[in-house]
């Protein structure tokens, strides 16, 4: 089976634009989480959806929202984007919710000028 | 709120050898899962072991092992005959399981070097 994957790789945008990320999950995985890697720091969770409904959302300005779609996939969206929102955006899935474990993509790095 | 401390922002080991990577958390919380991601300069944050705090045993997967202390509220790795691709990031991350979500809280991580 195919891994996490996320697209773009790379982005690079200018303050104050939008920009959309997205994730795919592993083939049978109905949870989504993403999360915000700034350098030199660990991750950042930035929201959860499971079977299309937000399960939680980390403390993040309401300019990051996020959706998922009926074949599990999401979408990650900034909007007005800063400078210190330059970071790695990793997407993390998983079967179901509960006692499972998270399989990670190999992110975006998003750069803001 | 649960917080994880990895106070080694960097580590070295040679090449062969044995090296321990310390992690701390804080929680009010009985039941919880312990983890260690590894990430190379790829950027894919790869799962290296877990554990859940309800057992006493300690995680184990091939070279990397973990000394889960509850009550100190310790989870240290292990690794063992060290190679030169673990050279990486390493992270420790914390998760409740009765949060109602999946939400993983990561240590600033330990930047592991292997000199050859």
């Known amino acids: 089976d195919a891994g996490v994957t996320q697209s773009p790789t790379h982005l690079i945008k200018t303050r104050g634009q939008q920009v959309t990320l997205r994730c795919s999950p592993i083939s049978g995985h109905k949870s989504v989480s993403w999360y915000q890697q700034v350098l030199g720091q660990g991750p950042q969770f930035i929201f959860q959806?499971?079977?299309?409904?937000?399960?939680g959302r980390g403390n993040f300005p309401d300019r990051f929202s996020a959706r998922q779609f009926p074949n599990y996939s999401s979408e990650l969206n900034v909007n007005a984007l800063l400078l210190g929102d330059s970071a790695l955006y990793l997407c993390a899935t998983q079967r179901t919710s509960g006692r499972e474990t998270q399989y990670f993509g190999p992110g975006t790095r998003l750069l803001v000028l | 709120a649960q917080t994880v401390t990895q106070s080694q922002p960097e580590m070295s080991v040679q090449e062969a050898e044995t090296v321990t990577l310390s992690c701390t958390y804080d929680?009010?919380?009985?039941?919880?899962?312990l983890f260690w991601y590894k990430q190379p300069p790829s950027r894919q944050m790869i799962l290296i072991i877990r554990?859940?705090?309800?057992?006493?045993q300690n995680a184990t997967e091939n070279r990397f092992s973990v000394n889960f202390q509850k009550a100190a509220k310790s989870f240290s790795l292990k690794i063992s005959d060290s190679q030169l691709g673990d050279a990486a990031m390493y992270f420790c991350?914390?998760?409740?399981?009765?949060?109602?979500?999946?939400?993983?809280?990561f240590g600033t991580g330990t930047r592991l070097t292997i000199i050859p």
């Open positions: 959806y499971y079977e299309k409904e937000e399960r």
């Open positions: 929680t009010s919380e009985s039941d919880y899962y």
């Open positions: 991350a914390y998760r409740r399981t009765n949060l109602g979500n999946e939400k993983l809280t």
């Open positions: 554990q859940e705090a309800y057992k006493q």
